[in-house]
């Protein structure tokens, strides 16, 4: 059984900065698709960004573009989401989600595994 957990999330000023970690388990993921999505308030959950484990090529929503970037560390059993310049709009849960298909994909429904969520606020 695989699971993910997330770690990170808290409190921050607009403009500050919080980094992400999703700890995988229960499986092998060096060719496992990994992402990260959000989920706020009124809103509908949605993709942020995206990373092979076996190519680590990446991928970001136009949101985040430019402000964030995911990584995996070298055993590729962790991965990361660097959230950089802050604000109000990033407000929400995020969630660590797991891919076994190859590709990257940016629809909730094309990921098999998912954590239990992180959350971020972000005053202004």
């Known amino acids: 059984q695989v699971q993910l957990v997330e770690s990170g999330g808290g409190s921050v000023q607009a403009g500050g900065s919080l980094r992400l970690s999703c700890a995988a388990s229960?499986?092998?993921?060096?060719?496992?698709?990994m992402g990260w999505f959000r989920h706020a308030p009124g809103r509908e959950r949605e993709f942020v960004a995206g990373?092979?484990?076996?190519?680590?090529?990446?991928y970001y929503a136009d949101s985040v573009k430019g402000r964030w970037t995911i990584s995996r560390d070298k055993a590729n059993d962790t991965v990361y989401l660097e959230m950089n310049n802050l604000k109000p709009e990033d407000w929400a849960v995020y969630y660590c989600?797991?891919?076994?298909?190859?590709?990257?994909?940016?629809?909730?429904?094309?990921?098999?595994?998912w954590g239990q969520g992180t959350y971020v606020t972000v005053s202004s």
């Open positions: 989600a797991a891919r076994v298909v190859p590709g990257v994909a940016t629809s909730p429904e094309e990921y098999d595994y």
């Open positions: 229960g499986g092998t993921f060096s060719s496992y698709v």
């Open positions: 990373i092979s484990l076996s190519e680590d090529y990446t």
